[in-house]
Nanobody
């Protein structure tokens, strides 16, 4: 059974940094796309970023571009998200996702992913 578990500090100061991890079990993530999405209250699920399982090319959503860095450690079966200069608008539940293929097709779309973590709440405070 595939499981994705997100971990990281839930409370971040405005202007500070966010560091999240996503540990996969029940599957080897090598060659599969992995991504981060987020969902703020009253809004739809938004693409944050993703890494192509075939070549590790990375995509980022417009709202986080320049502030976010995604990385993966296939040996550790883990995906990471690091974001700088956190803003109040970054407050959301952050979700890790795993596709069952690698490549650029729908890498920034919810429909491109088969498995999802339960999410971890991140709140940006002053």
């Amino acid at each position: 059974q595939v499981q994705l578990v997100e971990t990281g500090r839930g409370l971040v100061l405005a202007g500070g940094s966010l560091n999240l991890s996503c540990k996969a079990s029940g599957v080897t993530i090598r060659k599969y796309n992995m991504g981060w999405f987020r969902e703020a209250p009253g809004k739809g699920r938004e693409f944050v970023g993703a890494t192509n399982g075939l070549n590790d090319f990375r995509w980022y959503g417009d709202s986080v571009k320049g502030r976010a860095t995604i990385s993966r450690d296939d040996a550790a079966n883990t995906l990471y998200l690091q974001m700088n200069n956190m803003q109040f608008d970054d407050t959301a539940a952050y979700y890790c996702a795993l596709a069952d293929y690698g490549g650029s097709y729908e890498i920034d779309r919810i429909g491109g992913y088969t498995y999802w973590g339960l999410g971890t709440q991140v709140t940006v405070s002053s």
